[in-house]
């Protein structure tokens, strides 16, 4: 009965918030937590080098004034100067989101003077102001707007708070289309190399960026325009001059080789002023850089589709009512109390940083409604069960505490559900460790004494595999076994691997000289690590199971951890575990040992060794004449390998153990050997 009252409360709910998210009774507030993402995700963007941002700003204006005696407005020579220093330095385009659309003051020869320098370079935009009210448009005057490639709209695409959120690809004027500034580049650049025009330019864009159906694109900002190459007007026509005469530039034309440059007032008073997701006072060119980064970049901001809105608020809906269910469940009213509190806060902050999340990846879901949809929902429910049934009699938790880690119990007092069989194939980096030589040892110890060492040993392990995040997949004698980004997610999992297997086999050392005396032999762990897709879940039976992994990744590890018999050495690691810890800069060396085929794989796979860099430098000598020979043994060189092995083989145990294998493959025929170690023990 509750469940069924449960459902009709969300469900009732789904129906009052869909009515008002198709109203836009919360387009407002949308809007502002869309700003707020685009604020708080700016620095998540990367920007492309091609663009480049020239700024007629106050200090030029002050230098103009100064050192060329020129008033305001500049001569339009002054831009056809700055177009000319771009030329010269092979820019991709420049683009104007200045008006020139009334005649020089200084005369026409000074819009002759900049219309010549603009046809000379082939690749200029020069802009038009569309006025939507009466469909009026302002050209450049006729020479500048002869010379230039591209006339493009600089009109906004504003929404009704007047905050410019998105953007058109293009304006039609009189059957017409053209491009606007932040898509011209593109246009350009698109045209010229596959000879079509600039309609086909445009329809290509068209289909390929996730425009809306009202024909605009939703922009994804930067917090700043100085996030894109700036550059003041003063420096570049100092530079243009300068070199005129035969000096230094300031700044050497090269640098705005391919680039597209745009160029606009930015002084106070003067420059385009708007409001952005980002500001309320955004430099107008700013909106079209960003559409063209956003081009360059693919980042334009996606809206889910339709179907998947309203599933989304339905979930919303049924995540209310199914909070009140679980904290009903619990023990006493206290926990009770503690867990819809807890319960509320954790739906809430869930909404806002899966929308927050998203939208790091460019994907715009819906935030206000399904805060609603949640909030009204766990509310309404809240006080029916209340009103008619008070408080339920609590689920009891099942007592696996002595089965599972602390951090899957946890996961399960969020979700009951998840007591049951079952497991998710996710990535995964894996550990396997296991004392060297541990059977000997314990043969000369009583139980007791065995008991301890073990405990020690494994506690201190433990420590620091859970500190880095790991979990504690089972103990198998001395050996242990664990594994990263299960079932809490860790996107540098590798990285935590490889510096938890580090940092355990440092605590080793610190521990040894207890350990030995202790245990009467000299303690040395063997640790094999490896990254890859594997089943991770609840397994065992139905009144019994663990939490733990399978599959072909977790079989790999393991055998990289016997592997390290073969080599001498005490740590390895595959190649997919060192490429995706070096992706989140992991401060150790590698050293690649082999090309090896595990027993019950045909595939090779590379191993490495991974070293603090110390003693990678103090080694140095060795892993040098170890690479060397190592090459010569992957060609099947083993006749010349073997003396370079040999040399080194007293202090590192890789030469050693290569220069036995050296002297076994010698004499066999090369057609036989394809580089890689094949090993015939687990």
């Not at 700003?57 to 220093?85: F, L, N, T």
């Not at 004027?173 to 350009?188: D, E, F, H, Q, R």
């Not at 989304?312 to 469940?329: D, H, K, P, T």
Request: aromatic share 12%; hydrophobic share 40%; with cysteine.
């Amino acid at each position: 009965m509750k469940k069924i009252r449960s459902a009709s409360v969300a469900a009732a709910v789904f129906c009052i918030g869909l009515a008002l998210y198709f109203l836009g009774v919360f387009d407002f507030l949308e809007n502002k937590t869309y700003d707020n993402r685009t604020l708080l995700t700016s620095s998540a963007l990367h920007t492309s080098d091609k663009i480049c941002f020239v700024e007629v700003d106050q200090e030029s204006i002050d230098w103009a004034k100064e050192k060329m005696g020129w008033g305001w407005p500049w001569p339009r020579s002054a831009y056809g100067d700055i177009v000319r220093y771009m030329n010269k330095g092979n820019a991709e385009s420049v683009l104007f989101d200045i008006l020139f659309t009334e005649p020089s003051v200084y005369g026409n020869k000074d819009d002759e003077n900049f219309a010549e320098a603009c046809s000379e370079y082939g690749n200029v935009v020069q802009t038009m102001f569309v006025n939507e009210e009466d469909k009026t448009v302002l050209f450049p005057v006729e020479p500048i707007k002869n010379s230039a490639r591209l006339i493009s709209n600089i009109t906004s695409a504003k929404d009704s708070d007047d905050v410019i959120r998105r953007t058109r690809l293009c304006f039609d004027y009189n059957g017409k289309n053209y491009s606007t500034l932040g898509t011209a580049p593109y246009v350009i650049s698109k045209s010229k190399d596959e000879n079509i025009s600039t309609e086909d330019a445009l329809e290509y864009l068209q289909k390929k960026l996730p425009v809306q159906k009202d024909g605009t694109l939703l922009l994804r900002y930067k917090k700043s325009l100085n996030d894109y190459l700036p550059y003041r007007a003063s420096d570049i026509l100092q530079s243009y001059y300068d070199e005129k005469k035969g000096k230094e530039p300031l700044i050497p034309s090269e640098n705005f080789a391919d680039a597209d440059v745009y160029v606009a007032y930015y002084a106070p008073g003067l420059f385009d002023i708007c409001s952005a997701p980002v500001s309320q006072v955004y430099p107008g060119v700013g909106v079209h850089i960003t559409t063209y980064d956003n081009i360059l970049n693919n980042n334009f901001v996606k809206k889910i589709p339709m179907w998947l809105t309203i599933l989304y608020l339905l979930a919303s809906c049924f995540m209310g009512v199914l909070i009140i269910e679980i904290a009903e469940r619990q023990k006493s009213q206290a926990r009770t109390t503690v867990f819809t509190i807890a319960g509320a806060a954790f739906g809430i902050v869930l909404i806002i940083a899966f929308s927050y999340v998203l939208f790091l990846y460019s994907v715009w879901i819906i935030l206000v409604a399904p805060l609603f949809c949640f909030s009204f929902s766990f509310l309404a429910d809240l006080f029916l069960n209340y009103l008619l049934e008070g408080r339920q009699k609590k689920f009891i938790k099942s007592a696996f505490s002595q089965y599972l880690s602390p951090v899957v119990i946890d996961q399960l007092i969020s979700n009951p559900n998840k007591l049951k069989l079952g497991g998710e194939k996710r990535e995964i980096s894996i550990y396997f460790s296991d004392v060297q030589g541990f059977t000997s040892i314990s043969e000369n110890l009583t139980p007791e004494k065995l008991t301890e060492i073990l405990n020690d040993y494994l506690s201190e392990m433990t420590d620091i595999i859970l500190e880095s995040g790991g979990t504690i997949d089972k103990y198998e004698g001395d050996a242990l076994i664990a594994f990263w980004n299960a079932p809490t997610s860790e996107e540098d999992h590798a990285k935590r691997a490889i510096e938890a297997a580090m940092k355990c086999q440092q605590k080793l050392a610190e521990l040894r000289p207890m350990l030995e005396k202790l245990s009467g032999g000299k303690m040395y762990q063997r640790i094999g690590m490896n990254t890859g897709y594997a089943v991770v879940g609840n397994m065992g039976s139905h009144s019994r199971f663990n939490y733990t992994m399978m599959g072909d990744s977790v079989n790999l590890a393991s055998r990289l951890e016997g592997l390290n018999k073969q080599f001498g050495t005490y740590t390895m690691c595959s190649k997919e575990t060192k490429e995706q810890a070096e992706k989140f800069g992991i401060n150790l060396k590698f050293r690649e040992l082999a090309k090896v085929a595990v027993v019950g794989k045909k595939e090779a796979v590379t191993v490495y060794e991974p070293m603090e860099e110390d003693v990678f430098n103090q080694k140095k000598s060795e892993i040098e004449i170890f690479e060397k020979a190592r090459v010569l043994f992957y060609d099947g060189k083993f006749s010349e390998a073997l003396p370079l092995f040999e040399s080194k083989s007293e202090n590192d145990p890789p030469c050693k153990f290569y220069a036995e294998k050296c002297k076994v493959l010698i004499g066999k025929p090369q057609s036989e050997f394809d580089g890689v170690w094949h090993t015939t023990e687990k």
